[in-house]
């Protein structure tokens, strides 16, 4: 089992930057992918940005593609998303993930195994 804890969130006007955290813990943190996604007022929850367990590959939403960058330190149990040049369309909940199996090809809502709280990102105009 894994529990995931999320930090980072706030209020940023549009083109500043922030950085989300994600604090790892259970059992066999490097077999697990992580990765976030958010899920803007009204709209469904939606993949932004994954990693492998392995750490070498990653994954991102076309939406993000340039802008994010995410991040995981195996030895910290850590995985973060560096947001940069944030528009107001990013606002969202960002939930960190993660799923059993290692890879994070075609990573979806229905295939995701654990959720963190979700940390609230608000992008002003």
């Known amino acids: 089992q894994v529990q995931l804890v999320e930090s980072g969130g706030g209020l940023v006007q549009a083109g500043g930057s922030l950085r989300l955290s994600c604090a790892a813990s259970g059992r066999t943190f490097s077999y697990y992918a992580m990765g976030w996604f958010r899920q803007a007022p009204g709209k469904e929850r939606e993949f932004v940005a994954g990693r492998s367990g392995s750490g070498t590959s990653t994954s991102y939403a076309d939406s993000v593609k340039g802008r994010f960058t995410i991040s995981r330190d195996i030895t910290k149990n850590t995985v973060d998303l560096q947001m940069n040049s944030l528009k107001p369309e990013d606002t969202a909940v960002y939930y960190c993930?993660?799923?059993?199996?290692?890879?994070?090809?075609?990573?979806?809502?229905?295939?995701?195994?654990?959720w963190g709280q979700g940390t609230q990102v608000t992008v002003s105009s």
């Open positions: 993930a993660s799923r059993s199996p290692s890879y994070i090809s075609r990573w979806s809502v229905a295939s995701t195994d654990y």
